[in-house]
């Protein structure tokens, strides 16, 4: 059984963490139910295991927490779901490469919701979409922006941290980081794209898709 959790109001960042390495503790001892907890965070920057301090542009803009998740630079704050997942990987197939990828899967059949096409990109963790509204690259292919970001932790083969969905975050604070490390795309929201999406909107779209994101063990999915 997985327990669904929503906060409300702003939750502290440490206090997340103690709560998830808390809860991950437990299901791996067999004494906590898995879980999925839906938070929104105050402005703050978070460094993943393979941040670069290059990329923290502008340090004294909001606070920086070092983070044991995966991944470089990111942002959280008002406007943005954070998902943290604390699901019990070794009976979901023990493969960490497939289990990012139906995290990833998660958010593209939640976006399809709203009639949002995100797709996945090698080289590339996280969920991007197309922006036929702005011109094409210097390549000459299409424009994408990042609408998701992706990075968990796993400990004892149960993870936690998770995925940040933007809903209407305020995308200039962004601007003090390289967000994950990558210069040449930039991010968006849901309302960027035009959408009056709510937060409570996402997060139906969550509940519904989680079950059909994460049926199937055996394969990998692909975009």
Same mark, same amino acid.
């Given at each position: 059984? +997985?327990?669904?959790?929503?906060?409300?109001?702003?939750?502290?960042?440490? #206090?997340?963490?103690?709560?998830?390495?808390?809860? *991950?503790?437990?299901?791996? *001892?067999?004494? *906590?139910?898995?879980?999925?907890?839906?938070?929104?965070?105050?402005? @703050?920057?978070?460094?993943?295991?393979?941040? !670069?301090?290059?990329?923290?542009? #502008?340090?004294?803009?909001?606070?920086?927490?070092?983070?044991?998740?995966?991944?470089?630079?990111?942002?959280?704050?008002?406007?943005?779901?954070?998902?943290?997942?604390? @699901?019990?990987? *070794?009976?979901?197939?023990?493969?960490?490469?497939?289990?990012?990828?139906?995290?990833?899967?998660?958010?593209?059949?939640?976006?399809?919701?709203?009639? +949002?096409?995100?797709?996945?990109?090698?080289?590339? +963790?996280?969920?991007?979409?197309?922006?036929?509204?702005?011109?094409?690259?210097?390549?000459?292919?299409?424009?994408? #922006?990042?609408?998701?970001?992706?990075?968990?932790? @796993?400990? !004892?083969?149960?993870?936690?941290?998770g995925i940040s969905i933007n809903v209407e975050p305020d995308l200039s604070h962004f601007d003090g980081i390289v967000p994950c490390g990558i210069t040449e795309y930039g991010v968006t929201s849901l309302v960027d794209l035009g959408l009056p999406v709510t937060m409570d909107d996402v997060d139906v779209a969550l509940k519904k898709t989680f079950d059909?994101?994460?049926?199937?063990?055996?394969?990998?999915?692909?975009?």
């Amino acid at each position: 059984m +997985v327990e669904w959790i929503t906060s409300s109001g702003f939750t502290d960042y440490e #206090d997340a963490v103690a709560f998830m390495e808390e809860r *991950a503790a437990g299901i791996a *001892a067999g004494t *906590a139910d898995e879980c999925i907890w839906l938070v929104e965070h105050p402005p @703050l920057y978070t460094a993943g295991t393979s941040a !670069k301090s290059e990329d923290l542009t #502008d340090p004294d803009r909001f606070p920086v927490h070092t983070s044991k998740r995966g991944g470089q630079y990111t942002y959280h704050g008002p406007g943005q779901r954070v998902i943290y997942v604390m @699901l019990d990987v *070794a009976k979901r197939g023990r493969d960490v490469r497939c289990f990012v990828r139906q995290l990833e899967r998660w958010v593209i059949l939640a976006l399809d919701e709203f009639n +949002v096409t995100g797709h996945v990109r090698n080289g590339r +963790v996280g969920v991007w979409v197309e922006r036929d509204d702005k011109p094409l690259m210097a390549n000459g292919e299409k424009t994408e #922006d990042k609408i998701a970001a992706v990075g968990i932790r @796993l400990r !004892k083969w149960v993870s936690f941290h998770g995925i940040s969905i933007n809903v209407e975050p305020d995308l200039s604070h962004f601007d003090g980081i390289v967000p994950c490390g990558i210069t040449e795309y930039g991010v968006t929201s849901l309302v960027d794209l035009g959408l009056p999406v709510t937060m409570d909107d996402v997060d139906v779209a969550l509940k519904k898709t989680f079950d059909i994101a994460f049926a199937e063990t055996e394969t990998c999915p692909t975009d």
